[in-house]
Structure formats: structure tokens, C-alpha cells
């Protein structure tokens, strides 16, 4: 793809997924495994409260849910940035091997999102077969499974983006 055929929408995300200020938060493999770790202990704890919201109307969980929320969207640009934007960029912004890279992730996130669904489906099943009652867990299974849906394509690509490599000046 070339400049002339991106937007100005299009040249603005490419340089805002492309900044380096914080690099260094990113910049090894097991820094981005602790970025993706707490993202998704921070989405476990923002699906909960939300569900405490809308199924046990508590009022504390509204402000948790507004606590966590800079946190959460502060680790998301973490992680976008040690991607420099695959998922988020146009598919004409990309290059090809970009291109095949979110292909790779993507089937990655499917692979993932199976085995998950699959456990879901043999733990319900159980539950169902040991006489556990599970007309309260439906809506908020459904959505936990939902939001990990949602971002698991996000989570592998923060766990497979590659360490950036070191410039010649910095030898």
C-alpha cells in the first residue's frame, strides 16, 4: 500500500500506533506477558462489577467499574502500542507481512476461543449432570465468554508481538 492511498484518518493511526515514548514499558517479552496479564485481570474484575451492577444492583460496583476503567483503557494502549496498532489499523495500512501476522492471530485467538468454549460447554455439562441449578449463571457466563471473545485476538497478539530490535546506534 502506498502513502498517496491512505487516508489522513489512516496516516494519523499509523503514526499514532507507531509513537515510541513508551516502548520501554513493552519492550521485553516478559514485560508484555505482565501487560497482558494484568489487562485481563483488570477485564475479569470490570465484567464483575459491571454484572453486579446489572444483575445484583449494587451501587459500590459503579464506582469499581469507573476505577478500573483508566487502568483498563491504559493497559489496552499498552498493548496496542507492543502490537503498533495490528488489530487496530486498516487493513491498507498494513504491509504484508503485517497482514499475514494478524491472519496468524487471528486463527491463534480461534484456536483459543474453541478450547475455551469447549471447557465452558464440559463444565456446564457437568454442572447440569451433578443437578447444579444454573438459571442464575446463563447471563453472566454467556457474557464473561462475550467480552473474552471480544478481546482475545488483543490478548494473543500483546503474548506474540516480537521484542523490537536494536538499533545500530544503540550497539
Same mark, same amino acid.
Given at each position: 500500500?502506498?502513502?498517496?492511498?491512505?487516508?489522513?484518518?489512516?496516516?494519523?493511526?499509523?503514526?499514532?500506533?507507531?509513537?515510541?515514548?513508551?516502548?520501554?514499558?513493552?519492550?521485553?517479552?516478559?514485560?508484555?506477558?505482565?501487560?497482558?496479564? +494484568?489487562?485481563?485481570?483488570?477485564?475479569?474484575?470490570?465484567?464483575?462489577?459491571?454484572?453486579?451492577?446489572?444483575?445484583?444492583?449494587?451501587?459500590?460496583? +459503579?464506582?469499581?467499574?469507573?476505577?478500573?476503567?483508566?487502568?483498563?483503557?491504559?493497559?489496552?494502549?499498552?498493548?496496542?502500542?507492543?502490537?503498533?496498532?495490528?488489530?487496530?489499523?486498516?487493513?491498507?495500512?498494513?504491509?504484508?507481512?503485517?497482514r499475514a501476522e494478524k491472519n496468524a492471530v487471528a486463527a491463534r485467538a480461534h484456536r483459543a476461543m474453541f478450547w475455551l468454549l469447549l471447557g465452558a460447554t464440559v463444565g456446564v455439562g457437568g454442572?447440569?449432570?451433578?443437578? +447444579?441449578?444454573?438459571?442464575?449463571? +446463563?447471563?453472566?457466563?454467556?457474557?464473561?465468554?462475550?467480552?473474552?471473545?471480544?478481546?482475545?485476538?488483543?490478548?494473543?497478539?500483546?503474548?506474540?508481538?516480537?521484542?523490537?530490535?536494536?538499533?545500530?546506534?544503540?550497539?
Amino acid at each position: 500500500m502506498t502513502e498517496g492511498q491512505l487516508t489522513g484518518y489512516d496516516r494519523r493511526m499509523v503514526a499514532l500506533m507507531n509513537r515510541r515514548e513508551g516502548a520501554p514499558i513493552y519492550a521485553t517479552a516478559a514485560r508484555r506477558r505482565t501487560v497482558v496479564g +494484568v489487562h485481563i485481570a483488570l477485564t475479569a474484575a470490570e465484567i464483575t462489577a459491571w454484572l453486579f451492577t446489572v444483575v445484583g444492583e449494587e451501587r459500590w460496583a +459503579v464506582w469499581t467499574l469507573l476505577g478500573l476503567l483508566l487502568p483498563w483503557c491504559l493497559a489496552t494502549g499498552v498493548i496496542n502500542a507492543s502490537t503498533r496498532g495490528l488489530l487496530e489499523l486498516r487493513a491498507r495500512a498494513l504491509d504484508e507481512r503485517q497482514r499475514a501476522e494478524k491472519n496468524a492471530v487471528a486463527a491463534r485467538a480461534h484456536r483459543a476461543m474453541f478450547w475455551l468454549l469447549l471447557g465452558a460447554t464440559v463444565g456446564v455439562g457437568g454442572a447440569w449432570c451433578a443437578g +447444579v441449578d444454573l438459571k442464575g449463571l +446463563v447471563f453472566p457466563v454467556l457474557f464473561a465468554v462475550f467480552v473474552t471473545h471480544w478481546l482475545m485476538p488483543l490478548w494473543v497478539a500483546g503474548l506474540a508481538a516480537q521484542d523490537d530490535l536494536a538499533d545500530e546506534d544503540d550497539v
